[in-house]
């Protein structure tokens, strides 16, 4: 709520209604997006009847359009359109303007939303919610605090990372495609950029908010990240973050960032070259050893920005992570997704190498 005070938003605001343009703000964005605020905020834009949705904030308020965009054309109930290609036509046209380096939302087919009624965040993913246009200005994100620049911008080097390493695309034109098609050649040269981007970036930018290079590094990484995972897609520290994020109530992205070294270990010996790639792009002087190296730099970055290093230290319990596991496994669309096949033992033989905050002991 604290951004329609803003100086730049209320710049913006005026101008459109300069041009003659009505213009209602709702500022009631609650984080991680509940269920039941989604319903109440498409309520509000049905009654002001708009012909364009703005977005405007950080990840939940970015998605949030997406979805009262998506109200405002198809009926409720939200849980209808739950998974992958269930949106059945346009949704309002979207403009996203992001204030934070991140989600990558202003250019994936993406949402996510808290629901009482499930165990773990679920996601709508479909080409209707491209957001017609995306402003990134990097002077846009410089206010925000070290705590969201942290776990923003390390999901974005989640979002990159797990692109990458994704499996290959096997799409065939005989039927739909899935929204998430697996790692291809386009993905990887923006995965790729969008690492060698943010690596440098992300520790400036948390321990000084106002290097204007450092933000403009993560605001260009965020964006190509989005475009790489919004193709290729995400895959394990997704997966096993949504019930690791309803489980201990923490950010999404420190959640991903902080199983993000573990998921790499694990896809070492299906996706050496990969994360050879990735090493090479965090600064490895050469391929030997770049992929070790790769969770190395990981590690470094998450420690520099704050990110814990076990699951432990989120209030986990290790009875927990049975039911963990479990929950991960059934997102079927982002684990499928992996470089190998995945089943509980092997989510589980990730979880509790976090849970005790050791990586070499992440092993498929």
Partial sequence: ???STTPEFIELTDALREQGVRVTVH???VPELPVESVLASASAARTAAPAVIVGYGGGSALDLAKLVALLCQHPEPLSQYYGENQVPGPVLPLVAIPTTAGTGSEVTPVAVVTDPERELKVGISSPYLIPRVGIVDPELTVGAPPAVTAHSGIDALVHSVEAHTARPSAGS???PLAVFVGRNRLSSLLALEA???????????????HDAGAREGMAWGSLLAGMAFGTAGTHLSHALQYPIGALSKT???LGTGLMLPY???ACLPFAEPQLADVGVALGASGRDHAAEEAINRVVEINDAIGIPRSLAELG????????VAEL???????VDNAPMPIDAEALMAILEAAFEGNVTNAVV
């Fill in 1 to 3: 709520p604290f951004l």
């Fill in 27 to 29: 500022s009631d964005v």
């Fill in 195 to 209: 690492i060698r981007s943010i690596g440098p970036a992300l520790p400036r930018a948390v321990s000084h908010g």
């Fill in 316 to 323: 986990l319990s290790r009875d927990q992570l049975a039911k």
């Fill in 251 to 253: 950010p999404h992205g």
């Fill in 173 to 175: 034109w005989a039927a």
């Fill in 328 to 334: 991960g496994l059934g997102v079927r669309r982002l």
């Fill in 263 to 265: 998921v790499m270990h």
